[in-house]
């Protein structure tokens, strides 16, 4: 059939665009359900296009269900690309319309041809009201779709201007960074390095990024830890810490380096990425093996310990004076390598309060359990360039040959000190004898000359007496004779007893009421004695010399002061130890052993009392005590200060 045939067909044909019309489908469904024989029509010539009945478009009504007629619907609206809600509701709207027209159709069956002339004029009022509908809902879409396409480039606008943001602010942390820092892709490949990477291995950028790691620097950095690093351990792991490896660079030399690393995932694709940081520790290990030869050079155990008490590092002289190996003592409690731990950790803790300690008496337990070293402890603090307390460094200072030599010295002076004891008493009793004979002749001369060797001898007699009590108080068998007696009356006692010793000082007393003490009177009188003495002595071109007495509601204390040679600050707390005399340049002038002001330490301690020594270190000195009142409970120790149990 040609063109010219279509004149002659009948006039209810229609063409696929008035029956897509009038079925209210896609001019594609039609076609398809033609091709298919779903739809009966004639097609004009081999590339013509169909043309159907009105009948047969009916009969497609029939055979078809709503849900299909409702399907082809729905997929000419997608082929249009139309989503509006309120093209849904068109849709809607129009299969329900078609959906009425099919069930009046089947009640009707075939009976009339008149109901069917009713239906077609029905569907073709509907097929013109629901496209003047559908023209509106789809330029309402399309309004709705550009504002939507609007909105949307929007929020991509700000979505884009977000990562740039990011982006350049990551670059700039990048660039901050102090150490040298590199960017890598999956492959290793360099995408970004800082400045101080540049600097720090002197390349260019240029011969830098999108290259192969290992190339970089003519492959100076195909390092076999650092690819054990990137190859095996952090795809694994994902983070790498403190990774150290060392490597000899052409242009830079031997370096030792702490690497950090981290994969990151960048993107919606989840692009892989490497963040490698690197530091240079090279001074810093230069510095630690320094410390660590100057460490390991020292004689004496040298240890390291923790804010929590525990051993940090140790010398080769610690392992040897323990027995343990360096392993073994790290990471344990410092004070149990003494045969004291609680006086051990007493002096730990002193170092936190005083930020020191010096010469803290302690002995080292070896691993054997009998071999014991006596040290003299120097601690002091550590801190960071915060002020961050790190630690305590202590050395131990071995004084195990000189304590035995002291106390061979001290056995030597305590068999002396007996063997002059017993001649000097004779010469004493002989001097008296010849005296008196020479004083019933009337040989004036021979009695000042007796006179003066007996004041020698007592003398004599003093320094042995000191010999032998410091060597009682070393051996702690120092005798106490204690009980209550009248501090005020004691000390009028010696004052005047004093005062017969010297013609060129006036001793002026300041006392206090009478006060009843319990102690050793003896021993108290001869610290008293040993004060006036010492004042007597150190100030011989002055008169005065003031005893000051004052009580409190639970002690008395004793004050005497001279204005003689000063005592230096620096040497005040040692005035006080054993053989100990203040140093100047008339220091020849005074004669003595040092050990007077040690006993009188020493006695003092022992009644659980206070003693110390106040002087501008330019002239004059005021020796002080102080002594509890009442009875105390004492420990029978050696000559350590401890603490009375009150009464």
Same mark, same amino acid.
């Given at each position: 059939?040609?063109?010219?045939?279509?004149?002659?067909?009948?006039?209810?044909?229609?063409? $696929?665009?008035?029956?897509?019309?009038?079925?209210?489908?896609?001019?594609?469904?039609?076609?398809?359900?033609?091709?298919?024989?779903?739809?009966?029509?004639?097609?004009?010539?081999?590339?013509?296009?169909?043309?159907?009945?009105?009948?047969?478009?009916?009969?497609?009504?029939?055979?078809?269900?709503?849900?299909?007629?409702?399907?082809?619907?729905?997929?000419?609206?997608?082929?249009?690309?139309?989503?509006?809600?309120?093209?849904?509701?068109?849709?809607?709207?129009?299969?329900?319309?078609?959906?009425?027209?099919?069930?009046?159709?089947?009640?009707?069956? =075939?009976?009339?041809?008149?109901?069917?002339?009713?239906?077609?004029?029905? %569907?073709?009022?509907?097929?013109?009201?629901?496209?003047?509908?559908?023209?509106?809902?789809?330029?309402?879409?399309?309004?709705?779709?550009?504002? @939507?396409?609007?909105?949307?480039?929007?929020?991509?606008?700000?979505?884009?201007?977000?990562?740039?943001?990011?982006?350049?602010?990551?670059?700039?942390?990048?660039?901050?960074?102090?150490?040298?820092?590199?960017?890598?892709?999956?492959?290793?490949?360099?995408?970004?390095?800082?400045?101080?990477? @540049?600097?720090?291995?002197?390349?260019?950028?240029?011969?830098?990024?999108?290259?192969?790691?290992?190339?970089?620097?003519?492959?100076?950095?195909?390092? +076999?830890?650092?690819?054990?690093?990137?190859?095996?351990?952090?795809?694994?792991?994902?983070?790498?810490?403190?990774?150290?490896?060392?490597?000899?660079?052409? !242009?830079?030399?031997?370096?030792?380096?702490?690497?950090?690393?981290?994969?990151?995932?960048?993107?919606?694709?989840?692009?892989?990425?490497?963040?490698?940081?690197?530091? !240079?520790?090279?001074?810093?290990?230069?510095?630690?093996?320094?410390?660590?030869? %100057?460490?390991?050079?020292?004689?004496?155990?040298?240890?390291?310990?923790?804010?929590?008490?525990?051993?940090?590092?140790?010398?080769?002289?610690?392992?040897?004076?323990?027995?343990?190996?360096?392993?073994?003592?790290?990471?344990?409690?410092?004070?149990?390598?003494?045969?004291?731990?609680?006086?051990?950790?007493?002096?730990?803790?002193? $170092?936190?309060?005083?930020?020191?300690?010096?010469?803290?008496?302690?002995?080292?337990?070896?691993?054997?359990?009998?071999?014991?070293?006596?040290?003299?402890?120097?601690?002091?603090?550590?801190?960071?360039?915060?002020?961050?307390?790190?630690?305590?460094?202590?050395?131990?200072?071995?004084?195990?040959?000189?304590?035995?030599?002291?106390?061979?010295?001290?056995?030597?002076?305590?068999?002396?000190?007996?063997?002059?004891?017993?001649?000097?008493?004779?010469?004493?009793?002989?001097?008296?004898?010849?005296?008196?004979?020479?004083?019933?002749?009337?040989?004036?001369?021979?009695?000042?000359?007796?006179?003066?060797?007996?004041?020698?001898?007592?003398?004599?007699?003093?320094?042995?007496?000191?010999?032998?009590?410091?060597?009682?108080?070393?051996?702690?068998?120092?005798?106490?004779?204690?009980?209550?007696?009248?501090?005020?009356?004691?000390?009028?006692?010696?004052?005047?007893?004093?005062?017969?010793?010297?013609?060129?000082?006036?001793?002026?007393?300041?006392?206090? +009421? +009478?006060?009843?003490?319990?102690?050793?009177?003896?021993?108290?009188?001869?610290?008293?004695?040993?004060?006036?003495?010492?004042?007597?002595? @150190?100030?011989?071109?002055?008169?005065?010399?003031?005893?000051?007495?004052?009580?409190?509601?639970?002690?008395?204390?004793?004050?005497?002061?001279?204005?003689?040679?000063?005592?230096?600050?620096?040497?005040?707390?040692?005035?006080?130890?054993?053989?100990?005399?203040?140093?100047?340049?008339?220091?020849?002038?005074?004669?003595?052993?040092?050990?007077?002001?040690?006993?009188?330490?020493?006695?003092?301690?022992?009644?659980?009392?206070?003693?110390?020594?106040?002087?501008?270190?330019? =002239?004059?000195?005021?020796?002080?005590?102080?002594?509890?009142?009442?009875?105390?409970?004492?420990?029978?120790?050696?000559?350590?200060?401890?603490?009375?149990?009150?009464?």
């Amino acid at each position: 059939m040609t063109k010219t045939d279509v004149s002659i067909l009948p006039r209810d044909l229609l063409d $696929v665009h008035k029956a897509a019309t009038f079925l209210d489908v896609s001019v594609t469904t039609i076609r398809r359900w033609a091709q298919q024989k779903r739809l009966n029509g004639v097609k004009l010539g081999v590339r013509g296009d169909w043309l159907f009945a009105k009948e047969d478009l009916l009969k497609m009504v029939k055979e078809n269900s709503v849900s299909s007629i409702e399907t082809s619907l729905r997929e000419r609206m997608k082929e249009q690309s139309m989503e509006s809600r309120h093209f849904r509701k068109a849709i809607t709207s129009a299969t329900g319309n078609v959906r009425k027209a099919v069930n009046v159709q089947a009640d009707m069956g =075939r009976t009339s041809s008149v109901s069917q002339k009713k239906i077609i004029t029905q %569907l073709d009022e509907f097929s013109h009201t629901s496209r003047q509908e559908k023209i509106i809902n789809l330029k309402q879409a399309v309004t709705l779709t550009q504002e @939507y396409t609007n909105e949307i480039i929007r929020e991509l606008n700000v979505i884009n201007e977000e990562v740039t943001i990011t982006r350049d602010y990551a670059d700039a942390i990048i660039r901050t960074v102090r150490g040298p820092l590199l960017v890598l892709n999956k492959d290793l490949r360099i995408i970004s390095a800082n400045e101080a990477f @540049y600097t720090a291995f002197r390349v260019a950028p240029s011969d830098t990024e999108n290259r192969l790691l290992y190339d970089l620097g003519n492959r100076q950095w195909n390092i +076999p830890k650092l690819r054990l690093l990137l190859e095996e351990i952090l795809p694994e792991k994902n983070t790498i810490e403190d990774f150290v490896v060392e490597h000899d660079f052409k !242009d830079i030399g031997q370096k030792t380096m702490l690497l950090n690393a981290r994969t990151l995932q960048q993107g919606p694709d989840k692009t892989s990425l490497i963040l490698l940081a690197i530091e !240079d520790i090279t001074q810093t290990k230069q510095a630690s093996q320094y410390a660590r030869s %100057l460490i390991e050079a020292s004689l004496d155990p040298l240890v390291t310990i923790s804010p929590d008490g525990k051993i940090t590092d140790v010398n080769e002289a610690t392992i040897k004076v323990t027995g343990m190996l360096r392993q073994r003592l790290i990471g344990t409690d410092f004070s149990n390598y003494f045969t004291e731990p609680e006086k051990a950790s007493e002096g730990y803790q002193q $170092v936190f309060k005083k930020g020191f300690v010096t010469d803290y008496p302690l002995t080292i337990r070896h691993a054997d359990g009998k071999r014991l070293t006596d040290v003299l402890y120097n601690a002091s603090l550590y801190k960071d360039d915060k002020n961050t307390v790190l630690g305590i460094f202590a050395a131990a200072r071995d004084i195990t040959e000189r304590k035995q030599f002291e106390q061979q010295k001290d056995e030597f002076v305590s068999i002396a000190s007996h063997e002059l004891k017993t001649p000097v008493t004779s010469i004493k009793g002989y001097a008296q004898v010849l005296q008196n004979r020479f004083k019933k002749e009337g040989n004036t001369e021979a009695v000042r000359l007796l006179v003066r060797m007996d004041g020698q001898l007592n003398k004599l007699t003093s320094l042995i007496a000191d010999l032998l009590d410091a060597t009682k108080i070393e051996g702690g068998k120092l005798q106490f004779h204690e009980g209550y007696f009248d501090f005020k009356e004691l000390v009028v006692e010696i004052v005047e007893e004093m005062q017969q010793t010297t013609t060129k000082h006036e001793l002026t007393k300041k006392l206090a +009421p +009478p006060k009843t003490v319990y102690g050793d009177r003896d021993r108290i009188g001869q610290v008293i004695t040993n004060f006036i003495s010492n004042a007597i002595k @150190y100030s011989p071109h002055t008169k005065e010399i003031m005893i000051t007495t004052s009580e409190h509601t639970d002690s008395v204390t004793l004050s005497v002061q001279d204005f003689g040679i000063g005592i230096p600050k620096e040497k005040q707390g040692r005035v006080f130890d054993r053989f100990f005399r203040v140093s100047g340049l008339k220091q020849d002038t005074y004669a003595g052993l040092g050990l007077g002001l040690y006993i009188a330490g020493e006695i003092v301690k022992r009644h659980s009392g206070n003693i110390w020594v106040e002087s501008n270190g330019k =002239r004059g000195a005021t020796f002080c005590f102080r002594l509890p009142i009442k009875k105390g409970k004492r420990k029978n120790q050696t000559n350590t200060l401890v603490e009375e149990e009150r009464t």
